[in-house]
């Protein structure tokens, strides 16, 4: 186990380091703001296109704009590259303090599938994103009530009317690039010769507008040709009778051109991301209402719970325990008499069920090591890919947990086939989730979309499972076969007890649907802000708020086994190995029936795959959370049942 807290050390170490790096700013050496002898430049990085219409990411490039004569790609971690970021350079120029008007970035003359790639690219509702300075682009909209709200990206263009044959498609060729800028003086007593003045960009918005430009001649050449719809020393006001229509015009030539706008703010550098987080911020008091929720419910289990083991169980014991009841005990019924069957290894897929508790211990540990980063601030937002590879990074150097605990169990059930144990410990969850996402990258990569995981990717993918991951599980497993058998407290009976008939309500199904209730509504508030996050391109960011959360779901998993663990007993049905982590674990069933409603009521996505892409992801998630929440049910009803029996007297 040491080996997992050298890595765990290693990993935070490289998070801040990368957060340290990720901080940019630009020194201009001067006697004051305003007379700045040197100006350096900053750099506009174009990243990708994204919708949530189809959820299928595209290399900005993908579309006609301008591009660079060499587009250059940017070093990228992994999270970055299976979240689509392709960063890449740009034609536009930045210079510090420097405002422009009416520059033009290039000109383009449109093939008709180059239009009808806008005009798809318009229907679809996409949205571009770049960034400067490590700070996504955004922009202020008006909604219905003439609220501004600021959102991330802006779209590639707008259309007026309804249906495709009907609706006017215009681009947004024309973008008002606004940076907030903040300087830091050194000196006391203000600004003083020899000063070192450091402006730091702590904002970044755009505003885009439809122009048709015009211009002298047939032909526009860059650098002589000059436009009669604007100049370099105004600034272009937009008029809705000159918006640059993409579909109906006949004209091709389509001219794009910006304004760069600098402006101080008093906003710190440390706040320069408040207004992206809270944008996608939900209300405060919406998550208390929700915890506060949840916490009713568990202290209602709780109670329940401590009916039971400090009234029924009490009185049990001192009756089971009691030597002038042995007889009449005999006669009558309990959980008691089931004490020679209670630890019998259960009867279907013993690997499978040590197999599932190994993978579920892996995502446990891999759980609360990321949240563990991200409360410590080491998963900011500006580290972009950072949440994503801490998962991959997290979950491969915890392979040796999932290894150690599926042995342990494996061997408790007196199993001899623990290569096999091991092997598909290994191979049995990351080979489902690979293969999934395979699937669908096999499709996005038909699409030409910037969401298709590269080859190198891949291939890291691969020697992370390979070269680490399986290595780990089979260190763990080492040790794990190496310990001794658990000792139960009672002895199990060579013979299996007869199971009396059960009641119509104990039926499997019945109390499996029963059990995932509760620890879906403890998370199902919490849930949505996650899914929002997921599929609608917002920030995530309340890891206290989610820690809190997890600690509401382990305990009411933890409860809800116990309960109806106690009452399978008192019905004396021992065959609660795979009932306990059913039982808890079907609040996975309702995360997917959750995705479903979500989907019809929260998207509104078009096409096969679309859908077959949002489906394909919850499936994944929600396959991690049935193995996360059953393994915490589990360990919960052994925990219970070893300290019941170990509380009475046998023969």
Same mark, same amino acid.
């Given at each position: 186990?040491?080996?997992?807290?050298?890595?765990?050390?290693?990993?935070?170490?490289?998070?801040?380091?990368?957060?340290?790096?990720?901080?940019?700013?630009?020194?201009?050496?001067?006697?004051?703001?305003?007379?700045?002898?040197?100006?350096?430049?900053?750099?506009?990085?174009?990243?990708?296109?994204?919708?949530?219409?189809?959820?299928?990411?595209?290399?900005?490039?993908?579309?006609?704009?301008?591009?660079?004569?060499?587009?250059?790609?940017?070093?990228?971690?992994?999270?970055?590259?299976?979240?689509?970021?392709?960063?890449?350079?740009?034609?536009?120029?930045?210079?510090?303090?420097?405002?422009?008007?009416?520059?033009?970035?290039?000109?383009?003359?449109?093939?008709?599938?180059?239009?009808?790639?806008?005009?798809? +690219?318009?229907?679809?509702?996409?949205?571009?994103?770049?960034?400067?300075?490590?700070?996504?682009?955004?922009?202020?909209?008006?909604?219905?009530?003439?609220?501004?709200?600021?959102?991330?990206?802006?779209?590639?263009?707008?259309?007026?009317?309804?249906?495709?044959?009907?609706?006017?498609?215009?681009?947004?060729?024309?973008?008002?690039?606004?940076?907030?800028?903040?300087?830091?003086?050194?000196?006391?007593?203000?600004?003083?010769?020899?000063?070192?003045?450091?402006?730091?960009?702590?904002?970044?918005?755009?505003?885009?507008?439809?122009?048709?430009?015009?211009?002298?001649?047939?032909?526009?050449?860059?650098?002589?040709?000059?436009?009669?719809?604007?100049?370099?020393?105004?600034? $272009?006001?937009?008029?809705?009778?000159?918006?640059?229509?993409?579909?109906?015009?006949?004209?091709?030539t389509v001219v794009f051109t910006y304004?760069?706008?600098?402006?101080? #703010?008093?906003?710190?550098?440390?706040?320069?991301?408040?207004?992206?987080?809270?944008?996608?911020?939900?209300?405060?008091?919406?998550?208390?209402? +929700?915890?506060?929720?949840?916490?009713?419910?568990?202290?209602?289990?709780?109670?329940?719970?401590?009916m039971i083991l400090i009234r029924a169980?009490?009185?049990?014991?001192?009756?089971?325990?009691?030597?002038?009841?042995?007889?009449?005990?005999?006669?009558?019924?309990?959980?008691?008499?089931?004490?020679?069957?209670?630890?019998?290894?259960?009867?279907?897929?013993?690997?499978?069920?040590?197999?599932?508790?190994?993978?579920?211990?892996?995502?446990?540990?891999?759980?609360?090591?990321?949240?563990?980063?991200?409360?410590?601030?080491?998963?900011?937002?500006?580290?972009?890919?950072?949440?994503?590879?801490?998962?991959?990074?997290?979950?491969?150097?915890?392979?040796?947990?999932?290894?150690?605990?599926?042995?342990?169990?494996?061997?408790?059930?007196?199993?001899?086939?623990?290569?096999?144990?091991?092997?598909?410990?290994?191979?049995?969850?990351?080979?489902?989730?690979? #293969?999934?996402?395979?699937?669908?990258?096999?499709?996005?990569?038909?699409?030409?979309?910037?969401?298709?995981?590269?080859?190198?990717?891949?291939?890291?993918?691969?020697?992370?499972?390979?070269?680490?991951?399986?290595?780990?599980?089979?260190?763990?497993?080492?040790?794990?076969?190496?310990?001794?058998?658990?000792?139960?407290?009672?002895?199990?009976?060579?013979?299996?007890?007869?199971?009396?008939?059960?009641?119509?309500?104990?039926?499997?199904?019945?109390?499996?649907?029963?059990?995932?209730?509760?620890?879906?509504?403890?998370?199902?508030?919490?849930?949505?802000?996650?899914? #929002?996050?997921?599929?609608?391109?917002?920030?995530?960011?309340?890891?206290?708020?989610?820690?809190?959360?997890?600690?509401? $779901?382990?305990?009411?998993?933890?409860?809800?086994?116990?309960?109806?663990?106690?009452?399978?007993?008192?019905?004396?049905?021992y065959r609660w190995w795979w009932r306990?982590?059913?039982? #808890?674990?079907?609040?996975?069933?309702?995360?997917?029936?959750? +995705?479903?409603?979500?989907?019809?009521?929260?998207?509104?996505?078009?096409?096969?795959?679309?859908?077959?892409?949002?489906?394909?992801?919850?499936?994944?998630?929600?396959?991690?959370?049935?193995?996360?929440?059953?393994?915490?049910?589990?360990?919960?009803?052994?925990?219970?049942?070893?300290?019941?029996?170990?509380?009475?007297?046998?023969?």
């Amino acid at each position: 186990m040491m080996l997992n807290i050298i890595l765990s050390i290693l990993i935070l170490n490289l998070f801040a380091v990368s957060i340290i790096n990720s901080k940019q700013t630009y020194y201009l050496p001067g006697v004051a703001p305003h007379n700045y002898r040197q100006y350096e430049s900053a750099k506009l990085f174009v990243s990708k296109i994204t919708s949530t219409k189809t959820q299928i990411p595209y290399d900005y490039y993908s579309l006609p704009f301008c591009k660079p004569k060499k587009a250059r790609l940017q070093s990228e971690n992994l999270g970055e590259v299976l979240s689509g970021d392709r960063i890449e350079n740009s034609v536009y120029k930045l210079e510090i303090k420097m405002p422009k008007y009416c520059e033009v970035a290039c000109v383009k003359k449109l093939k008709k599938s180059e239009k009808d790639a806008f005009v798809q +690219a318009i229907d679809d509702d996409y949205k571009v994103h770049w960034m400067v300075d490590n700070l996504p682009v955004g922009m202020y909209s008006t909604d219905n009530n003439n609220d501004k709200a600021f959102s991330r990206g802006f779209p590639v263009g707008f259309h007026l009317g309804t249906g495709r044959k009907a609706a006017q498609h215009y681009l947004y060729n024309h973008l008002r690039i606004k940076l907030l800028t903040h300087d830091d003086v050194g000196g006391i007593g203000g600004i003083l010769e020899g000063d070192e003045v450091t402006t730091k960009i702590v904002g970044f918005q755009v505003i885009p507008m439809s122009i048709k430009h015009s211009f002298v001649g047939d032909n526009f050449i860059v650098g002589t040709t000059t436009l009669t719809t604007c100049n370099p020393n105004t600034a $272009l006001t937009p008029d809705p009778k000159n918006y640059l229509s993409v579909d109906k015009s006949p004209d091709n030539t389509v001219v794009f051109t910006y304004d760069v706008i600098w402006e101080d #703010s008093n906003i710190e550098w440390s706040q320069r991301w408040d207004i992206y987080l809270n944008a996608d911020a939900p209300n405060e008091k919406v998550h208390w209402f +929700a915890i506060t929720n949840s916490i009713m419910i568990v202290l209602f289990l709780t109670v329940m719970i401590a009916m039971i083991l400090i009234r029924a169980l009490r009185k049990d014991i001192a009756q089971y325990n009691d030597p002038n009841n042995i007889e009449e005990a005999k006669d009558e019924s309990g959980w008691k008499l089931v004490h020679g069957d209670v630890f019998r290894p259960p009867a279907n897929n013993p690997m499978l069920f040590s197999v599932f508790i190994g993978s579920g211990v892996q995502l446990c540990c891999m759980c609360i090591a990321t949240l563990t980063f991200a409360l410590l601030g080491l998963l900011s937002p500006a580290n972009r890919g950072s949440l994503i590879t801490a998962f991959i990074l997290l979950f491969v150097f915890m392979g040796s947990f999932a290894g150690y605990h599926s042995s342990c169990i494996y061997k408790m059930f007196r199993g001899i086939l623990w290569k096999q144990n091991t092997l598909t410990t290994a191979f049995f969850y990351p080979g489902v989730v690979f #293969s999934i996402i395979f699937i669908l990258n096999v499709i996005l990569w038909g699409y030409g979309s910037s969401g298709a995981i590269p080859f190198g990717s891949l291939f890291t993918l691969l020697f992370l499972w390979f070269c680490v991951s399986v290595p780990l599980v089979f260190f763990g497993s080492f040790f794990g076969y190496k310990r001794e058998i658990y000792s139960f407290p009672v002895r199990t009976n060579q013979i299996p007890r007869a199971i009396p008939h059960q009641q119509w309500y104990m039926n499997p199904i019945i109390t499996c649907m029963l059990g995932g209730i509760l620890p879906f509504g403890a998370v199902s508030v919490e849930l949505y802000f996650i899914m #929002s996050a997921l599929w609608l391109h917002q920030i995530y960011y309340i890891f206290g708020f989610l820690f809190l959360v997890m600690i509401v $779901l382990v305990v009411t998993c933890a409860e809800v086994s116990i309960l109806l663990c106690y009452f399978q007993l008192v019905n004396e049905d021992y065959r609660w190995w795979w009932r306990s982590f059913l039982h #808890s674990g079907s609040c996975a069933f309702y995360t997917m029936l959750y +995705a479903v409603w979500y989907n019809l009521t929260e998207l509104d996505m078009t096409g096969f795959v679309p859908i077959l892409l949002y489906y394909g992801y919850m499936f994944i998630i929600s396959f991690t959370f049935f193995l996360i929440t059953g393994t915490i049910g589990y360990f919960s009803c052994f925990w219970f049942n070893c300290k019941i029996y170990s509380s009475i007297k046998v023969d």
